[in-house]
T-cell receptor, first 115, second 110 residues
């Protein structure tokens, strides 16, 4: 029973390049959340998606960042023209959305380093 | 608003107990507790719902005081494996994103 999967686990980009982070939710889960974590800090919500819909993107920077969760395939967080400040760990979590508990289970994260 | 966790850090000897608090200035629907070890993903521990229901870990307990808008996580007879940073996350409803506190770093020494 696979958990939440993220790839790549580590990503190095030069300033100005694009970064694409992928997240496959747990089997049976249709809700995906993306969080960003800076070193020694807590998790900051970025965006909440269901299949083909963005439900809440209030935590996502208005420029350069976008997210999608297509009908088929993983959810993708895209960062265009990366800058050094984008270096962080990006975690994806998924939930079934069918329970009042709505537990969110996290993937292993993608550690982005911008040179 | 971001929930406030206290203490920021605590050091224990194996077998000792600890309490970690999480409070919010906003009405709480649910409180989620996670533990994160360095370089790893947060691991789900416990969720508490308004109304007193809870679901989670067998060896860790928690309370949820709706009037005070506060939750406490109780770690009893701590083990070395309990070391890590504990985060509480508050949710505004049955679905939706979590707003996490800054974390409480717990170190358990032999």
């Amino acid at each position: 029973n696979a958990g939440v999967m993220q790839n790549p686990r580590h990503l190095v980009r030069r300033r100005g390049q694009e970064a694409r982070l992928r997240c496959s939710p747990m089997k049976g889960h249709s809700h995906v959340y993306w969080y960003r974590q800076l070193p020694e800090e807590g998790l900051k919500f970025m965006v909440y998606l269901q299949k083909e819909n963005i439900i809440d993107e209030s935590g996502m920077p208005k420029e350069r960042f976008s997210a999608e969760f297509p009908k088929e395939g993983p959810s993708i967080l895209r960062i265009q023209q990366v800058v050094r400040g984008d270096s962080a760990a990006y975690f994806c979590a998924s939930s079934s959305g069918t329970s009042d508990y709505n537990e969110q289970f996290f993937g292993p994260g993608t550690r982005l380093t911008v040179l | 608003q971001q929930p406030v966790q206290s203490p920021q850090a605590v050091i224990l000897r194996e077998g000792e107990d600890a309490v970690i608090n999480c409070s919010s200035s906003k009405a709480l629907y649910s409180v989620h507790w996670y533990r994160q070890k360095h370089g790893e993903a947060p691991v789900f521990l416990m969720i508490l719902l308004k109304g007193g229901e809870q679901k989670g870990h067998e060896k860790i307990s928690a309370s949820f005081n709706e009037k005070k808008q506060q939750s406490s996580l109780y770690l009893t007879a701590s083990q070395l494996s309990y070391s890590g940073t504990y985060f509480c996350g508050t949710g505004g409803g049955s679905q939706g994103n979590l707003i996490f506190g800054k974390g409480t770093k717990l170190s358990v020494k032999p």
